[in-house]
């Protein structure tokens, strides 16, 4: 390839590339394997090394994360970052338009721009000539901290502005935004730190903050960052009516803007805007802290000007605190399925984003200690979104003197066994593996929504079958009649009838459910789903060497260890045979993805001698198959057994292949051998 015709095929590639990540990032609608994207990427960056010469400001390449800063440059806003003033309630709503009337004069053109005000980091983006060249942390808002190289490993951040079909790119652009992490990303994040022995974010907003500001690119490319635009600083060579109208410019160029903004054409669409973003608040999968409220004409923008780095024309509606002051009455101990001791707070019932809180957890003892908290103490708690409410921190000046420091307990409080704290752990634990507390944790856990997804059985039903003894372990559910459901208390016929068909019918579980429902230790949701895409079935999984799951991208040590370690305890074993004989059979959605059956589809006919024909479709689906019971041009195997009958006619007319007993179980062991 000579010279011009790599320079050509650079261009290519960084444009499709894009064109991929827009795809893939923004419209969750890929339209090439990951295979295929980093076999593009891989050449772009063979490329861009055989010609060092070529500007690689704006390649996808730069995505990935450069090297390492010893820190980072102070950079100073063409225009500074203003802060917003504060409003908490409908009424300041309305003195904020009271005011806007006050001062431009009561008009009847007075529009608004509603949006969500994200909780993240406010970042300043300077494109010159359509290509992004700094971008910045707010600071102190005259002056920032250089952020390029982290900003650049945002997928949904354009390195390059699309033009707009109509008008070219402005000279020089100053784009404001706020940088955030999602909801489940940080729960996956902090889930991997604490299983690798790190200290766990406190939120979102802390994990995203602390991404962008690492001196370390290549974690930051790690991190899902996100990004919403929503404004501008200085604008060179364009120029704009209306703030709505820079939103619609912002979406032109290829800037993530979020989808909930709204124009208002009054204070009272203002409101009832506030009304519905806090109904959608929990269910937002990023976080907000309120709404902020723009007055939508630039020319009334520059009338209003500004107060104290606050504009006039702007006010952040922020939502019912989620934190409240309330006094601690007593300090419980609660014991998790994997037997940790967790302190709970017991105090006063208090109101926190609009839920009454009686609990909050403590966490551990090391918690307690660093945060000082005795019983009696005042204190400040928060709730954030559906996590478990906490202690944030001591009001210390309100201390009486009467307040008590609280001892962690030596002996487990339900089993009265010792407890053992692991070196290098902030946790004291149960180690008794008969302790009933764990093993009502891990029934619970067993039955909820994440897990085999049971209805109708809540803790306290749990309780009544331990205690009554109807149950010993989960696999014990499946064994469950009517008959002894009704001997307890407020079962009724339909009641008990319909429990016991909730828990036959969650016996095929999607797997990586049923490896949650199992509650390994270190093993959320997230390992489950990594562990079912590698391996696909309870088997493989069993069947794995600590080093083969270790190998798994996302599974570190501590993780493989705790896996390995669950499969070899015979009393697992036990009940995971248990629940096989039960006819539990987890199914596996996510084809293994190096099978050779991986998306084939078989057909089963006449009598199988050597297995049964449940077993034979389980073989099949655990090495992503499937099986049909009808032969059509999509079939790509029919087993005949003894007897076939019809089916064989079929599938010779179509020139399906067939098998017989011997031909399939060949196939199976070699599948399983790729
Ligand atoms: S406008 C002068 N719009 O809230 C107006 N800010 O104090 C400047 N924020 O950290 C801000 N979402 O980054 C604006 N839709 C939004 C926002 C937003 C979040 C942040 C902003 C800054 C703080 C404002």
Same mark, same amino acid.
């Given at each position: 390839?000579?010279?011009?015709?790599?320079?050509?095929?650079?261009?290519?590639?960084?444009?499709?590339?894009? *064109?991929?990540?827009?795809?893939?990032?923004?419209?969750?609608?890929?339209?090439?394997? =990951?295979?295929?994207?980093?076999?593009?990427?891989?050449?772009?960056?063979?490329?861009?090394?055989?010609?060092?010469?070529?500007?690689?400001?704006?390649?996808?390449?730069?995505?990935?994360?450069?090297?390492?800063?010893?820190?980072?440059?102070?950079?100073?806003?063409?225009?500074?970052?203003?802060?917003?003033?504060?409003?908490?309630?409908?009424?300041?709503?309305?003195?904020?338009?009271?005011?806007?009337?006050?001062?431009?004069?009561?008009?009847?053109?007075?529009?608004?721009?509603?949006?969500?005000?994200? =909780?993240?980091? @406010?970042?300043?983006?300077?494109?010159?000539?359509?290509?992004?060249?700094?971008?910045?942390?707010?600071?102190?808002?005259?002056? +920032?901290? =250089?952020?390029?190289?982290?900003?650049?490993?945002?997928?949904?951040?354009?390195?390059?502005?699309?033009? #707009?079909?109509? +008008?070219?790119?402005?000279?020089?652009?100053?784009?404001?935004?706020?940088? !955030?992490?999602?909801?489940?990303?940080?729960?996956?994040?902090?889930?991997?730190?604490?299983?690798?022995?790190?200290?766990?974010?406190?939120? &979102?907003?802390?994990?995203?903050? +602390?991404?962008?500001?690492?001196?370390?690119?290549?974690?930051?490319?790690?991190?899902?960052?996100?990004?919403?635009?929503?404004?501008?600083?200085?604008?060179?060579?364009?120029?704009?009516?209306?703030?709505?109208?820079?939103?619609?410019?912002?979406?032109?160029?290829?800037?993530?803007?979020?989808?909930?903004?709204?124009?208002?054409?009054?204070?009272? =669409?203002?409101?009832? !805007?506030?009304?519905?973003?806090?109904?959608?608040?929990?269910?937002?999968?990023?976080?907000?802290?309120?709404?902020?409220?723009?007055?939508?004409?630039?020319?009334?923008?520059?009338?209003?000007?500004?107060?104290?780095?606050?504009?006039?024309?702007?006010?952040?509606?922020?939502?019912? &605190?989620?934190?409240?002051?309330?006094?601690?009455?007593?300090?419980?101990?609660?014991?998790?399925?994997?037997?940790?001791?967790? &302190?709970?707070?017991?105090?006063?019932?208090?109101?926190?984003?609009?839920?009454?809180?009686?609990? @909050?957890?403590?966490?551990?003892?090391?918690?307690?200690?660093?945060?000082?908290? *005795?019983?009696?103490?005042?204190?400040?708690?928060?709730?954030?979104?559906?996590?478990?409410?906490?202690?944030?921190?001591?009001?210390?000046?309100?201390?009486?003197? #009467?307040?008590?420091?609280?001892?962690?307990?030596?002996?487990?409080?339900?089993?009265?066994?010792?407890?053992?704290?692991?070196?290098?752990?902030?946790?004291?634990?149960?180690?008794?593996?008969?302790?009933?507390?764990?093993?009502?944790?891990?029934?619970?856990?067993?039955?909820?929504?994440?897990?085999?997804?049971?209805?109708?059985?809540?803790?306290?039903?749990?309780?009544?079958?331990?205690?009554?003894?109807?149950?010993?372990?989960?696999?014990?559910?499946?064994?469950?009649?009517?008959?002894?459901?009704?001997?307890?208390?407020?079962?009724?016929?339909?009641?008990?009838?319909?429990?016991?068909?909730?828990? @036959?019918?969650?016996?095929?579980?999607?797997?990586?459910?049923?490896?949650?429902?199992? +509650?390994?230790?270190?093993?959320?949701? !997230?390992?489950?789903?990594?562990?079912?895409?590698?391996?696909?079935?309870?088997?493989?999984?069993?069947?794995?060497?600590?080093?083969?799951?270790?190998?798994?991208?996302?599974?570190?040590?501590?993780?493989?260890?705790?896996?390995?370690?669950?499969? *070899?305890?015979?009393?697992?074993?036990?009940?995971?045979?248990?629940?096989?004989?039960?006819?539990?059979?987890?199914?596996?959605?996510?084809?293994?993805?190096? /099978?050779?059956?991986?998306?084939?589809?078989?057909?089963?006919?006449?009598?199988?001698?050597?297995?049964?024909?449940?077993?034979?479709?389980?073989?099949?689906?655990?090495?992503?198959?499937?099986?049909?019971?009808?032969?059509?041009?999509?079939?790509?195997?029919?087993?005949?057994?003894?007897?076939?009958?019809?089916?064989?006619?079929?599938?010779? /007319?179509?020139?399906?292949?067939?098998?017989?007993?011997?031909?399939?179980?060949?196939?199976?062991?070699?599948?399983?051998?790729?």
């Amino acid at each position: 390839m000579d010279r011009s015709q790599a320079l050509k095929r650079i261009h290519e590639l960084r444009d499709l590339i894009e *064109h991929h990540n827009l795809r893939y990032y923004q419209l969750d609608d890929p339209e090439i394997s =990951d295979q295929e994207y980093d076999g593009l990427l891989r050449e772009l960056t063979e490329l861009e090394e055989r010609h060092p010469d070529v500007d690689r400001t704006a390649s996808p390449t730069q995505r990935v994360g450069a090297a390492p800063l010893e820190k980072f440059r102070s950079v100073t806003h063409l225009t500074p970052m203003l802060s917003l003033a504060n409003a908490f309630s409908e009424e300041e709503v309305t003195e904020f338009d009271e005011r806007l009337r006050r001062l431009i004069g009561d008009r009847t053109d007075l529009d608004f721009v509603a949006e969500p005000k994200i =909780d993240g980091v @406010a970042v300043n983006l300077v494109y010159a000539n359509g290509l992004l060249a700094v971008g910045s942390t707010r600071g102190d808002g005259f002056t +920032g901290e =250089d952020v390029t190289q982290n900003l650049r490993t945002i997928r949904t951040l354009p390195l390059k502005m699309t033009p #707009r079909t109509r +008008g070219g790119l402005p000279a020089r652009i100053e784009i404001r935004g706020e940088v !955030y992490l999602e909801k489940e990303a940080f729960r996956r994040l902090n889930e991997r730190r604490i299983a690798q022995g790190e200290n766990a974010f406190a939120n &979102p907003r802390n994990a995203a903050a +602390g991404s962008l500001r690492q001196l370390d690119p290549r974690i930051t490319a790690r991190r899902p960052l996100g990004i919403f635009c929503y404004g501008a600083g200085t604008v060179e060579g364009a120029h704009f009516g209306t703030h709505w109208d820079i939103l619609e410019a912002l979406r032109d160029w290829g800037f993530p803007t979020n989808p909930n903004i709204r124009l208002a054409r009054s204070i009272e =669409d203002c409101i009832a !805007y506030r009304r519905h973003i806090e109904s959608i608040r929990e269910r937002l999968p990023y976080e907000i802290d309120g709404i902020v409220l723009k007055v939508n004409s630039l020319s009334l923008q520059d009338q209003l000007g500004m107060v104290s780095r606050s504009p006039r024309w702007a006010v952040a509606v922020k939502f019912a &605190p989620t934190q409240a002051t309330t006094v601690i009455e007593d300090i419980i101990v609660g014991i998790g399925r994997t037997g940790v001791l967790t &302190p709970v707070a017991v105090m006063k019932p208090v109101q926190v984003g609009g839920v009454t809180v009686t609990h @909050a957890t403590l966490h551990n003892e090391d918690e307690i200690l660093k945060k000082g908290v *005795h019983v009696g103490d005042t204190v400040i708690v928060q709730r954030a979104g559906d996590v478990i409410p906490e202690v944030v921190k001591v009001i210390e000046s309100k201390r009486t003197g #009467r307040e008590k420091p609280f001892r962690m307990p030596d002996r487990c409080p339900f089993c009265d066994s010792p407890v053992v704290r692991p070196e290098g752990e902030a946790a004291r634990r149960c180690v008794n593996p008969d302790c009933g507390a764990q093993l009502r944790e891990r029934i619970k856990h067993f039955v909820s929504r994440n897990g085999m997804d049971i209805e109708g059985i809540g803790d306290k039903i749990v309780n009544r079958l331990l205690e009554s003894g109807i149950i010993r372990d989960a696999a014990d559910l499946y064994r469950i009649t009517k008959e002894q459901l009704l001997e307890l208390e407020r079962f009724a016929d339909k009641s008990a009838e319909n429990l016991v068909a909730a828990i @036959a019918g969650s016996k095929r579980p999607p797997l990586e459910r049923f490896l949650f429902a199992l +509650g390994i230790r270190h093993a959320g949701d !997230y390992v489950a789903k990594i562990l079912t895409k590698r391996f696909g079935s309870i088997g493989a999984i069993e069947a794995a060497s600590q080093e083969e799951l270790k190998a798994v991208e996302g599974i570190g040590p501590t993780i493989a260890e705790s896996i390995f370690a669950f499969f *070899h305890e015979p009393h697992n074993l036990a009940v995971l045979r248990k629940l096989e004989q039960a006819g539990v059979r987890p199914v596996s959605e996510q084809k293994p993805t190096s /099978s050779a059956l991986a998306g084939k589809t078989f057909v089963f006919t006449g009598g199988l001698r050597g297995f049964s024909r449940e077993k034979a479709k389980d073989m099949v689906e655990s090495l992503g198959g499937s099986a049909t019971s009808s032969v059509s041009k999509k079939t790509d195997y029919v087993v005949a057994g003894e007897d076939p009958g019809s089916k064989i006619e079929k599938a010779k /007319s179509l020139g399906v292949t067939i098998l017989d007993e011997d031909g399939f179980l060949t196939l199976i062991r070699e599948a399983e051998g790729s």
